[in-house]
């Protein structure tokens, strides 16, 4: 059964051959960008932050740096790579530098109405099944539910871009149709631009989610009839790993490996 997640469409998107290696054949690869490593252990230490061990106590910042310095460790890897001149330290310090914006934002309690980290959903979109994972879903118990997703990359949304993201408004559809979620008054989608401390937020009108879906069935409807998964070079091939199995390079991704 084929199984959809908003990565894999965004990744048809930006190159559809690298869709087609990753996801048709199914090539392995078990290389990782320091900037995707990095990303991985502030959601890590996030998820933390919000686990049982630290409910109803003020944490300390001290040991949210101990946590991250501890999981930045433990997950380091042969395979991870760097595209700019910046050292492996400097990706480091960038992560507890998001971890320090959210901190000062809703620590040292944080206190939120949290309902879920980490929460894999499965659902469909016009009889497509996909699946995800929801960062943060927080419920305040009268109906209102807030969906959050940390960026720790450099890039952010615009208001109007992030009323016409695709991602979290395939979360919003995923908790709408979630059997045990019965109470639905409101769902807001929120951002959190850590590297930045920016929030974004939106609440979709049915037409305004709408227009979003009929995007992503088109979306969808690319990926099923495409006949042939055209290779796009653009700045994003520094960051693809998949340079032996594609049509369009002759060698292998000249980055270096972070040390
Ligand atoms: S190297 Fe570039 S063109 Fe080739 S698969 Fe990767 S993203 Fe696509």
């Not at 084929?2 to 965004?10: F, R």
């Not at 003020?58 to 101990?66: A, D, N, Y």
Request: hydrophobic letters at 30%; a neutral charge; proline letters at 2%.
């Amino acid at each position: 059964m084929k199984i959809y997640s908003y990565s894999q469409l965004n990744t048809f998107k930006s190159c559809s051959e690298k869709y087609k290696i990753m996801y048709v054949d199914e090539r392995k690869n078990t290389k990782e960008g320091i900037e995707a490593f990095m990303g991985k252990r502030v959601h890590d230490t996030l998820e933390w932050i919000y686990s049982q061990y630290n409910i109803k106590r003020s944490v300390p910042f001290k040991e949210i740096e101990e946590f991250y310095d501890c999981i930045w460790k433990s997950s380091w890897h042969d395979e991870i790579y760097s595209v700019r001149d910046f050292k492996t330290e400097f990706y480091y310090s960038l992560g507890k530098h998001c971890l320090a914006n959210y901190y000062y934002k809703y620590g040292p309690e944080f206190n939120q109405s949290v309902y879920a980290t980490e929460l894999m959903i499965s659902f469909k979109l016009n009889g497509f099944n996909f699946r995800g994972i929801i960062d943060r879903l927080d419920y305040d118990g009268e109906g209102n539910w807030i969906v959050h997703d940390y960026k720790a990359g450099k890039s952010t949304l615009s208001a109007p871009a992030t009323k016409r993201d695709g991602q979290l408004a395939l979360y919003q559809i995923a908790v709408m149709q979630k059997p045990e979620i019965k109470n639905i008054k409101s769902i807001e989608l929120r951002w959190h631009f850590l590297q930045q401390g920016l929030e974004r937020s939106v609440i979709h009108t049915e037409e305004s989610l709408n227009k979003i879906k009929n995007k992503l069935k088109d979306m969808i409807h690319s990926i099923e009839s495409a006949e042939y998964f055209e290779p796009k070079e653009t700045m994003l091939c520094n960051w693809c790993h998949y340079w032996d199995d594609c049509s369009a390079k002759q060698t292998t991704n000249p980055v270096r490996k972070a040390l």
